[in-house]
């Protein structure tokens, strides 16, 4: 059973930055940080490969980062210039296969516990 803990999260003005961080214990092959604000649905926002090809959603893509460090078995999202709407409850997920939809909940079986990201105007 792979288990997955996120760190980093925190409060910020908008216009601000903050770097979270996903500690994968056991194989992984994609990986993707997904969010969920109060009242809607959780969606994924960020996916890498183990060849680091990357996959972002419209709404983050050139502000947000996702890299990963597979010898230490991390993945990190480096959030610039956040905005209020993207407040929200943010998950590592990891799945143990290359993926069709890689920012598609359905895709991943393992999640981490989440971490609070709060942007205040």
């Known amino acids: 059973q792979v288990q997955l803990v996120e760190s980093g999260g925190g409060s910020v003005q908008a216009g601000g930055s903050l770097r979270l961080s996903c500690a994968v214990s056991?194989?992984?092959?994609?990986r993707a940080w997904f969010r969920q604000a109060p009242g809607k649905e959780r969606e994924g926002i960020a996916s890498i490969y183990p060849s680091g090809s990357t996959v972002y959603d419209d709404s983050v893509r050139g502000r947000f980062t996702i890299s990963q460090d597979r010898a230490k078995n991390m993945v990190y999202l480096q959030m610039n210039g956040l905005k209020v709407e993207d407040t929200a409850m943010y998950y590592c997920a990891v799945s143990l296969a290359s993926l069709p939809h890689p920012l598609a909940e359905r895709s991943y079986a393992s999640w981490g516990q989440g971490t609070q990201v709060t942007v205040s105007s």
């Open positions: 056991g194989y992984s092959y994609t």
